[in-house]
């Protein structure tokens, strides 16, 4: 017998409009020229020698990645990595479900972030129609038309809107493919039920971004630089809506995870920097390169020369790449996320800093003798 389970449709689902924000894009973005603050000169050094490898990287054409957690964006940074891209210094970005969200949001309304403690005891934490349908249904058409998670909503927000097939036309789909494209057959049928549950009409869905400049996933998809999305199931407030769709999230989130290990193959002599992620870069990360070494090893190589810097608040004070893993008795030890990326091979080191210091020196140096 299955269990029972939750009904979302008898949700009180309120609309995005009416929800109280704290973070607003225009306002709280953080302008390029900004100086950083708060950093050591053993940060200033370790940045320096961050810059040189990307350099680097960039003359050999190898992957400069980076990965980060939600707060990046949710502190306005948006436009710091969108030059990043445009300037060709980063070759792949990657972020969590809720980086996804808030870049959206910030696209969509020009605010963001809500209060939680306050929401969840009212009982609305996260239960938003438009964040959470449209996030969905971009999910949804991604998943038919073979994209990634981060590709799905960067294209929603570069196009301001979504096609939508006659389900007709879906379903004709499916039976023709259902033994040649299995895959793409079952996401056409699980389109076509969404379609007639929310009697949305066929043709392009206008839903316009006036804010779409501050989008990192929206400029990625328009300058063509993977920006991929790692969600983890129930983690976002997109779960919470009946439009979510776990098959959509499932193949579009696939996809991404494997766009990112490619990119993972081609690091070596190249950087990876993980910036305020303490659970999904790491360990996307090393199944990832675990992958990666397996078929190189089929090859006669390996990836031994990457560069890895992982940058976080917690204070620590360990060379990681001179000393080793530390003993059990020194509070480094519990950077769990270092200790991951430590185990990854190449040369690691670990900075500590506020993001935004650490992404405007980064941006600013990397720029410096252009």
């Not at 710091?80 to 970005?93: D, F, P, R, S, Y």
């Not at 070494?293 to 190589?301: K, L």
């Not at 080191?349 to 405007?360: I, K, M, P, Q, V």
Request: aromatic content about 10%; glycine content about 8%; charged content about 25%.
């Amino acid at each position: 017998m299955p269990y029972p389970k939750f009904d979302r449709n008898k949700l009180d689902i309120k609309r995005l409009a009416d929800r109280k924000n704290k973070v607003y894009i225009e306002r709280d973005h953080i302008p390029l020229n900004q100086p950083p603050r708060d950093l050591t000169e053993a940060g200033i050094q370790l940045i320096d020698k961050t810059v040189a490898r990307i350099k680097k990287a960039r003359e050999l054409n190898r992957s400069v990645m980076l990965a980060f957690g939600a707060h990046t964006i949710k502190n306005g940074m948006g436009p710091t990595l969108i030059a990043l891209m445009k300037e060709g210094w980063v070759t792949h970005l990657a972020t969590n479900g809720a980086g996804i969200i808030h870049d959206w949001e910030f696209a969509f309304q020009g605010k963001s972030s809500e209060d939680v403690r306050e929401n969840v005891n009212l009982g609305q934490f996260g239960i938003w129609d438009d964040t959470d349908f449209y996030i969905n249904l971009a999910l949804v058409v991604g998943a038919y038309e073979g994209l990634g998670y981060g590709e799905s909503v960067g294209k929603m927000v570069h196009r301001e809107g979504l096609d939508i097939p006659e389900t007709s036309f879906l379903y004709d789909f499916a039976r023709k493919n259902m033994e040649t494209d299995s895959g793409k057959a079952a996401a056409a049928v699980d389109f076509a039920g969404l379609i007639k549950h929310f009697n949305l009409p066929s043709g392009f869905m206008k839903i316009p971004h006036p804010y779409k400049n501050y989008s990192v996933q929206g400029n990625a998809y328009a300058l063509k630089v993977p920006f991929t999305g790692h969600p983890m199931f129930g983690h976002d407030i997109i779960y919470t809506h009946p439009m979510n769709h776990g098959a959509s999230v499932g193949r579009t989130a696939e996809n991404d995870f494997l766009c990112y290990a490619n990119s993972v193959s081609n690091l070596e002599d190249g950087v990876y920097m993980s910036v305020g992620s303490a659970v999904m870069s790491p360990m996307i990360f090393e199944k990832s390169l675990s992958m990666v070494q397996n078929m190189e090893i089929q090859h006669g190589s390996h990836i031994d020369n990457h560069y890895i810097l992982v940058v976080d608040l917690a204070e620590s004070d360990w060379d990681w790449d001179k000393d080793g893993e530390p003993p059990m008795d020194n509070p480094a030890y519990y950077l769990r996320y270092c200790k991951t990326f430590h185990r990854m091979g190449g040369e690691m080191h670990y900075l500590t800093a506020d993001n935004r210091d650490f992404l405007l020196a980064l941006y600013q140096k990397l720029n410096a003798n252009e």
